[in-house]
T-cell receptor, first 114, second 112 residues
Framework: DSGVTQTPKHLITATGQRVTLRCSPR?????VYWYQQSLDQGLQFLIQ???????AKGNILERFSAQQFPDLHSELNLSSLELGDSALYFC?????????????FGQGTRLTVV | QKEVEQDPGPLSVPEGAIVSLNCTYS??????FMWYRQYSRKGPELLMY????GNKEDGRFTAQVDKSSKYISLFIRDSQPSDSATYLC????????????FGSGTKLNVKP
C-alpha cells in the first residue's frame, strides 16, 4: 500500500457527462500529480499541485481541471466526457515539489465513458 | 517524435533468464531517470532512480544510463514469474523537475 488513496476505483458514465476523481496524498506529502493512462498513449502527465498551488501543467485538456484543497487532497474534474477519455487516472504524491522521482502512486480510477 | 521511446513488447522469457529492458530519449537535458514496475490494474511502483550517467544496482536489478547515446536500460537477473509486469521508464530534466516523461511501458512475462 503506497499510502495514496484514490476514489472511486471504477466509474462508468455517459458521453457529455462530468465526473470528479478524488485523491488523498500520503501523510506529509505536499505535492500531488495527476496522470492519465490509456492503452495507446502510455502514462501521460496531466498536472501537478504543490501545497494548494498549480506547479506544472502537462497534456491536460481544457475540459479537465484540478484543484488541491487546504487539507491537501486533490480533485480532478473531467467534463463534456468523450469516449476517448476512457482511461486509468492515477494520482501520485511526493514530499517536495522538485522530488518527483520519489512520487508514490495510488491504485488509480478506471473511467469508462459509454 | 516522442520524447521517450520504449518497445511495448510483450517480452516473454523463461524463469532464471537475464532480462534487458530499454528506453531511448531525444532530449539531452534529461538528467534524472527512473524505472517503475506496474502490475496489472495497479499503480506504478518506483524500482530504480538514477542521476546522470552510470550504473546503479539494487539486488537483482541494475539500471544503466548512457547519456551520450540517450539510452537507458534496466537489467533483471535471475528473473522470476513474480517479475511479470509492465516496466515503465521515466525521466525529467533539471530545468523542470515537475514534468515527467514516461515511456509507454514494456510488458514482461516470465514463464515458470
Amino acid at each position: 500500500d503506497s499510502g495514496v488513496t484514490q476514489t472511486p476505483k471504477h466509474l462508468i458514465t455517459a458521453t457529455g457527462q462530468r465526473v470528479t476523481l478524488r485523491c488523498s496524498p500520503r501523510s506529509g506529502d505536499l505535492s500531488v500529480y495527476w496522470y492519465q493512462q490509456s492503452l495507446d498513449q502510455g502514462l501521460q502527465f496531466l498536472i501537478q499541485y504543490y501545497n494548494g498551488e498549480e506547479r506544472a501543467k502537462g497534456n491536460i485538456l481544457e475540459r479537465f481541471s484540478a484543484q488541491q484543497f487546504p487539507d491537501l487532497h486533490s480533485e480532478l474534474n473531467l467534463s463534456s466526457l468523450e469516449l476517448g477519455d476512457s482511461a486509468l487516472y492515477f494520482c501520485a504524491s511526493s514530499v517536495e515539489a522538485g522530488r518527483g522521482a520519489e512520487a508514490f502512486f495510488g491504485q488509480g480510477t478506471r473511467l469508462t465513458v459509454v | 517524435q516522442k520524447e521517450v521511446e520504449q518497445d511495448p513488447g510483450p517480452l516473454s522469457v523463461p524463469e532464471g533468464a537475464i532480462v534487458s529492458l530499454n528506453c531511448t530519449y531525444s532530449n539531452s537535458a534529461f538528467q534524472y531517470f527512473m524505472w517503475y514496475r506496474q502490475y496489472s490494474r495497479k499503480g506504478p511502483e518506483l524500482l530504480m532512480y538514477t542521476y546522470s550517467s552510470g550504473n546503479k544496482e539494487d539486488g537483482r536489478f541494475t539500471a544503466q544510463v548512457d547519456k551520450s547515446s540517450k539510452y537507458i536500460s534496466l537489467f533483471i537477473r535471475d528473473s522470476q514469474p513474480s517479475d511479470s509486469a509492465t516496466y515503465l521508464c521515466a525521466m525529467y530534466g533539471a530545468y523542470n523537475f515537475n514534468k515527467f516523461y514516461f515511456g509507454s511501458g514494456t510488458k514482461l512475462n516470465v514463464k515458470p
